[in-house]
């Protein structure tokens, strides 16, 4: 049954021309620079370690790497990070 919601949705999406990230729920990220992260549509905080912090995603985990990482808001559905972001990767 939930794939076929997700199938509803997609088609919903490009039927309708509206942006993936509302209807589906995949991740938007906005980076400033090299030390400011805001990744909106999470599901919960995996893993927070000395520069590391794993998010998790709909469809998998969002892995960030970097040097004195913070989480400085978090909220249901939007996070934002700061520190110096050095890499940034989807786990599948």
């Known amino acids: 049954m939930r794939?076929?919601?997700r199938k509803?949705?997609?088609w919903a999406?490009?039927?309708l021309?509206?942006?993936e990230d509302?209807?589906?729920?995949?991740?938007r990220m906005i980076l400033?620079?090299?030390h400011r992260l805001t990744v909106e549509n999470h599901r919960g905080v995996d893993l927070f370690a000395d520069g590391q912090l794993r998010l998790k995603l709909e469809d998998?985990?969002?892995?960030?790497?970097?040097e004195h990482l913070?989480?400085?808001?978090?909220?249901?559905?939007?996070v934002q990070i700061e520190g110096t972001i050095r890499r940034i990767q989807f786990l599948r």
């Open 32 to 34: 400033t620079g090299d």
């Open 8 to 10: 509803i949705r997609k």
């Open 3 to 5: 794939q076929w919601s």
């Open 60 to 66: 998998g985990k969002l892995d960030i790497a970097g």
């Open 17 to 19: 021309d509206l942006p």
């Open 13 to 15: 999406v490009h039927a």
């Open 70 to 78: 913070v989480i400085r808001r978090i909220g249901r559905d939007e």
């Open 22 to 27: 509302s209807l589906l729920g995949v991740p």
